[in-house]
């Protein structure tokens, strides 16, 4: 058959056209596989009886099978339970129904690794017809381990979240840029008095008295064109309003937070803040009160620091001390003192601080001092001690007692001069004992002189009788002057002299001052000193007028009544540990419980001519040695004095 020249044409486009689809058939297949050998998701090529077809390189790297280990084989392989068991009936269903229920839509399910792990991925299915009218189906892989783990984090942060803010003590609110409510917390319920539902969906200004209510969409408004913050990114201190109609005051923080969108939301943190400001305003009062105290009182008022420094000066000081508080604060508190004070100050702090040991800090004392004028004057100081954040502070509390010590002179004064006539008092009641005790001496020194004129005048002169006349002349004279000085030791006029005493040594000095008025009437004496008493630290002439007196009074109570037996009894004692204990017994006419109770009161006597003071005087001069004086029955008859006394260690301590 002869072809046409216009037949000849018209195939040669046939083949043009034939051969440039393919080559655009080869490229878009070349461009598919890249695409595919490359993709970043599986990708899987499946039939309708679920026989894998094609098996992509990031499908090799999710699964952990190498294409040749899939392909040709059925794709629940690549399924964990229930998927596997299920698969082939979805896509048989799909294929007789055309409902979709992962074919056509996606959705997330797990696949299972070669090493047996499964992993959650997104899976979608898609469906392409072949010349031969056949389904194949394509599915696209991607692991979303990465996401889940992120959502499941998002989601426990949430959960986090929502417990915080539910069980939150302090209010937490959330609005929007227009103020209205978004979320209202439990604790804002209860601050409030809105149940959530009452408060979300309306502004945020309903919980607001005025002028807070007025202005708030005006600060929102202001900030947003601003972003210059009043209360928004700082917060404050404002008040809140409730559903009953009170008000509270709060501190409000609001922080802003960017929605996905762009727009912003407000988060507002609320505490009531109603105990906080009843304590300041009550500390305020406290601190008032506290001042004005310190500003009016009449007792000086110093604070200091640990180093010494002062920080407040009350009037009183400025009175006090001659300085203004500004002179003085800021400066050490031992320009305040004298020597040794000021030497001795800064240790005394130092060692307090070391060890806790009190010395002044703590305890007080009697201390000196000085004046800006350089005088110094006697001040009771009690110093406490307070702590603070930074460390230790203290309060000293200053009196001063001039007028006391002055007082305290003059009382000593006083005493001193009642003892005296106490014992003045007692040596007139024994004027004829002791005129009897220094007439025996004298007599025998008249005598004496007399033998020693005769002796001398004797031819020839007798020198050795009259040399022993006149030693015994020196011998009376001796005894006489021994007896005046101890008169005169009891009643002369001296300052209280302490000195380390032998009780015994003080008890037998004054025994010998009523020697002779007791054999004068006939008492019998007795004495039981122990050995090895402990020292006193006391008055020689004091001790021995309370004693002295308690001798006379014991004479004279046996000396007053027809006493078949009178006796005289003084011992000594140890008392206790280290103190010592006298006791005078008599056998006298004794104490009935009225006198025994007022026995000590001044200008009380049970004598005829008594004037009632020298046992008020010697309970006095006991207590001013550390001791005790007391008196009871005698058994079986007179009256039992006792005294105790402290040793020199106890005394001192």
Known sequence: MKRTKSGASKGGRDITERKSAERALRESAGRMQALFETAVDGAIL???????????PACEKLFGYS??????????????????????????NYLDTRKPKIIGIGREVVGLRADGSTFPMDLSVGEAKQEGGGSIFVGIIRDITERKSAERALRESAGRMRALIETAVDGAILIDARGVVLMFNPACEKLFGYFADEVIGKNVKMLMPEPYRHEHDGYIANYLDTRKP????????????????????????????????????????????????????????????????????????????????????????????????????GKNVKMLMPEPYRHEHDRYIANYLDTRKPKIIGIGREVVGLRKDGSTFPMDLSVGEAKQEAGSIFVGIIRDITSRKRTEA?????????????????????????????????????????????????????????RR?????????????????????????????????????????????????IHRNNISPHAELAKELP??????????????????????????????QRN????????????????????????????????????????????????AVSRTIIQAHGGRLWATPNHPQGAAFQFTLPSKGEQAS
Request: aromatic share 6%.
């Open 568 to 615: 005289l009894m003084v011992s000594s004692a140890k008392d206790g540990s280290s103190g010592v204990l006298v006791t005078i017994r008599d056998s006298g006419t004794g104490l009935d419980e009225d006198a025994l109770s007022r026995l000590f009161e001044v200008f009380y006597t049970t004598k005829p001519h008594g004037m009632g003071i020298g046992l």
């Open 46 to 56: 499946i039939d309708t009886r679920g026989v894998v077809l094609m098996f992509n």
């Open 410 to 466: 003059d009382l000593q004064q006083t005493r001193a001069e009642l003892a005296r006539a106490a014992r003045v008092t007692t040596l007139v009641e024994l004027t004829a004992a002791i005129a009897h005790e220094v007439h025996q001496p004298l007599t025998g020194f008249v005598t004496s002189g007399n033998a020693s004129l005769r002796w001398l005048a004797a031819e020839p002169p007798n020198l050795d009788a009259a």
């Open 230 to 329: 009043k209360i928004i990114g700082i917060g404050r201190e404002v008040i809140g309003l409730r559903a009953d109609g009170s008000t509270f005051p709060m501190d409000l923080s609001v922080g802003e937070a960017k929605h996905q969108g762009g727009g912003s939301i407000f988060v507002g943190i609320i505490r009531d803040i109603t105990e906080r400001k009843s304590a300041e305003r009550a500390l305020r009062e406290s601190a008032g009160r506290m001042q004005a105290l310190i500003e009016t009182a009449v007792d000086g008022a110093i604070l200091i620091d640990a180093r010494g420094v002062v920080l407040m000066f009350n009037p009183a000081c400025e009175k006090l001390f001659g300085y203004s508080a500004d002179e003085v604060i």
């Open 67 to 92: 294409a040749d280990e899939a392909i040709g084989k059925n794709v629940k392989m690549l399924m964990p339970e229930p998927y596997r068991r299920e698969h082939d009936g979805y896509i048989a």
């Open 535 to 564: 020292l006193v630290w006391g008055d020689r002439v004091q001790l021995q007028q309370v004693i002295f007196n308690l001798f006379t009074n014991a004479i004279e109570a046996m000396s007053a009544g027809d006493h078949a």
């Open 469 to 517: 006349s006149v030693e015994r002349m020196v011998d009376a004279g001796t005894r006489a002057g021994a007896v005046m000085a101890r008169l005169r030791n009891l009643v002369r006029r001296t300052p209280s002299q302490k000195e380390l005493l032998n009780i015994n040594e003080t008890i037998l000095e004054a025994f010998a001052l009523v020697d002779a008025e």
